[in-house]
């Protein structure tokens, strides 16, 4: 579970984001929405620990991210939408890395190494060098990366983008698969990835949530893209600013 409450980034005198609060429940998809620029990403980098708020708390599964930074990182998985990969290290070394720093005990590295490679289809091509794979599966590696430790938390930035068509149904495939057990947090500007995957939609522009409801309710009588639309364009009546800073 996720809980955001009254979350605010500033860069200096510029507001990236703006009192946001928003909740993910356990076994949940949840799809982070946004036009670029309106503070997906400073949001995601907050939640994973890797920033820090100016205002505002967030709890994973009942841990401050910030009073608790360690125990909240033992609980989420995180897939920046650039997964930091070393180039000159083969999949199952890298994987063996990460396994390392995320604290998995000694004993159980080769069975949860064996549990990623089957999970995130990776089994053939666990000896090549990080640098020889393709887009699709350095991606899948980002994505084994995040789950080497078991987490029943993950955030997903842009976990699709730069990948071809067939590459981008087998993610989001893997991705419902891996919510049937986990709350997810999945980050994006594609609308038909929410739509084939997500169970809720938060919306979020000009720093601020617009948004936030079951998918079903969303899209009773209407398509995603028109709600999407339309929150967009009521903001910008409304008198938003531009936030700024990440996306």
């Known amino acids: 579970m996720i809980e955001v409450a009254n979350l605010s980034k500033r860069y200096g005198d510029l507001p990236a984001v703006r009192d946001v609060s928003f909740t993910a429940a356990d076994g949940q998809i949840l799809g982070f929405l946004g036009p670029n ?11 994973t620990g890797f920033m820090p708020a100016t205002s ?43 396994a ?29 060098l990080l640098g020889h794979l393709s887009k699709g599966f350095r991606q899948r590696v980002g994505l084994a990366q995040a789950l080497i430790h078991d987490p029943p938390v993950l955030v997903l930035d842009e976990p699709t983008i730069g990948l071809d068509p067939r590459q981008i149904i087998d993610i989001r495939t893997l991705i419902k698969t891996l919510g049937a057990k986990r709350t997810v947090v999945l980050s994006t500007h594609i609308l038909p990835e929410v739509s084939q995957v997500c169970d809720k939609v938060v919306i979020i522009n000009d720093g601020r949530i617009v948004v936030e409801d079951q998918l079903a309710n969303l899209t009773r009588g209407r398509s995603l893209e028109e709600v999407f639309i339309a929150a967009i364009g009521r903001e910008a009546h409304d008198g ?4 700024g800073g990440e996306a």
């Not at 005990?105 to 064996?114: N, Q, S």
């Not at 938003?240 to 936030?243: F, R, S, T, V, Y």
């Open 240 to 243: 938003g600013h531009g936030a």
């Open 100 to 128: 390392r720093l995320k604290g998995v005990a000694r004993g159980e590295i080769a069975p949860a190494l064996e549990r990623v490679l089957e999970t995130c289809g990776l089994t053939g091509v666990g000896n090549r």
């Open 37 to 47: 620029g309106a503070g997906k990403t400073t949001t995601m980098r907050i939640i």
């Open 56 to 98: 505002g708390t967030v709890r994973v599964n009942g841990f401050d991210v910030f009073e608790q930074s360690t125990e909240v990182r033992r609980r989420i998985g995180y897939l920046p939408e650039n997964p930091p990969l070393y180039n000159d290290m083969s999949a199952e070394g890298f994987l063996r890395f990460v």
